[in-house]
């Protein structure tokens, strides 16, 4: 990969982290849509879905689908019609779809409005809600910070150059997180006692050793760094999930279908070029097998 095609994702990746956070007005204010509902279970027709009003709730790994499909909801969430929110919803027992992720959401945001047409994702917690899909903590451990310094560093550099200038605040942000979840959790408990909660772990985009030509243009201690803060996060999610009685999900086969993989087969993607998705978030296929993943635990 030249470095000119390095500077270019560097801006697009930039970019994206911009429009993810940007907190300005001006957005268009639709509402929530609720996803078709298809024949998956083989339920008997008087039996309606088992679960009545399925709220998701999460950041950009949950929000971001396909880029060539259609998003609702505010413009800067980038919030798809195809995420793995809305292809679990095409199940027969899943009723209604109530999607309030968004590109950029961290744990703040839960309880408090992201920009404009996107307020508090807590708002769409009712009582009678009983299944909730939840993705956050990325963006409070400053994973935009992380892609744009990996995507900036030149190809020459040794050494871990991203880890040496953004450590000692990721850590302290790893160390903080799982507090931060449990309050999460304690607000869903609170406005919907009876949900079933499915977190989704993350999907990791570097393989856990070996590589490809994007892995090999990035220094090498910050490709080892970038393994152990996907490892960490997603301890700490799944920790905080055990002790709020959640579920946590991830592809049985997610770590061999790092972006790395042949395109057709990769769950994530570095650049989105080959698969249509958005940089460093997960391909169509990786929402269908996320999907699969929650539907298995229902």
């Known amino acids: 990969m030249t470095s000119r095609r390095i500077a270019v994702l560097a801006a697009t990746a930039l970019a994206a982290a911009s429009t993810l956070g940007a907190c300005t007005s001006g957005d268009d204010d639709e509402d929530p849509q609720a996803g078709p509902l298809t024949a998956a279970t083989g339920l008997a027709p008087d039996a309606g879905p088992t679960y009545a009003r399925y709220v998701a709730l999460g950041d950009s790994f949950a929000a971001l689908g396909p880029t060539d499909a259609p998003t609702s909801g505010p413009a800067r969430c980038l919030r798809s019609t195809a995420n793995y929110a809305s292809l679990l919803a095409e199940r027969e027992d899943v009723g209604e779809l109530v999607d309030v992720t968004c590109g950029g959401a961290e744990t703040t945001h839960m309880t408090g409005p992201q920009l404009a047409g996107a307020p508090a994702q807590f708002d769409a917690l009712t009582p009678d809600t009983d299944l909730v899909t939840l993705s956050i903590g990325g963006n409070d451990i400053g994973f935009g910070a992380m892609v744009g310094c990996i995507l900036q560093t030149p190809r020459a550099e040794t050494g871990a150059p991203c880890r040496d200038r953004l450590e000692v605040d990721v850590t302290d942000q790893l160390d903080a997180l799982g507090a931060r979840l449990d309050g999460v ?114």
């Open 185 to 298: 959790y304690d607000g869903i408990r609170d406005r919907s006692p009876d949900a079933r909660i499915v977190t989704t772990a993350y999907l990791p985009l570097v393989p856990d050793d070996g590589g490809c030509e994007f892995v090999s243009g990035m220094s090498p201690g910050d490709v080892t760094w970038t393994r152990h803060v996907t490892e960490r996060i997603n301890m700490i999610v799944s920790d905080a999930a055990a002790r709020a009685g959640a579920d946590v999900v991830q592809p049985a086969d997610a770590a061999e279908r790092h972006a790395c993989t042949p395109a057709t087969e990769r769950y994530t993607d570095f650049t989105g070029e080959e698969t249509g998705s958005h940089p460093m978030h997960p391909t169509a296929a990786g929402h269908r097998a996320m999907a699969e993943a929650v539907g298995a635990v229902l």
